[in-house]
């Protein structure tokens, strides 16, 4: 499950309903992790773009290779912008067996870290500034070659 939310998360909402999906799927974990904006270079916080048909792509694939060790993945993040310690980032994978979802979550978040198509900016008094060591560059995309 992919979810796009215009703003920050709400954490508490999100959680509540991915468990609700789980619970009764006979899944023995459910590990979420949360993103959350954090105080730092004097930003008074983040900004995202997010281009979807990449996205989604990305996310498929992620699917796909959790189906093989019969977990699953929840992703939810931030379209525009986010205030500090608020969040814009969270996911969850459950699975029956909880060593399955505690060594998915790892990979899961560092990937989505080194290849998700999500631009982030910093946001600095009212202005969106987009910061190039933030980039990644994607394959066969042409940014930020």
Excluded at 15 to 42: C, M, P, S, Y
Excluded at 53 to 82: C, N, T
Aim: glycine share 6%; net charge negative; hydrophobic share 40%.
């Amino acid at each position: 499950m992919l979810e796009l939310h215009k703003g920050n998360l709400d954490v508490k909402s999100i959680q509540n309903n991915w468990f609700d999906i789980v619970k009764d799927k006979n899944h023995g974990a459910l590990i979420t992790f949360v993103g959350i904006v954090r105080d730092e270079d004097d930003i008074d916080g983040l900004s995202f773009d997010i281009y979807e048909p990449i996205l989604e792509k990305w996310f498929s694939k992620w699917q796909d290779e959790l189906r093989e060790v019969k977990a699953e993945v929840y992703m939810a993040h931030s379209v525009g912008d986010v205030l500090l310690h608020e969040s814009s980032f969270m996911c969850a994978i459950s699975s029956p067996k909880r060593r399955v979802s505690l060594e998915m979550i790892n990979k899961f978040v560092e990937d989505f870290k080194a290849n998700a198509p999500i631009w982030k900016y910093d946001m600095r008094d009212g202005e969106r500034v987009f910061v190039k060591k933030r980039g990644i560059k994607l394959e066969n995309s042409g940014v930020l070659s």
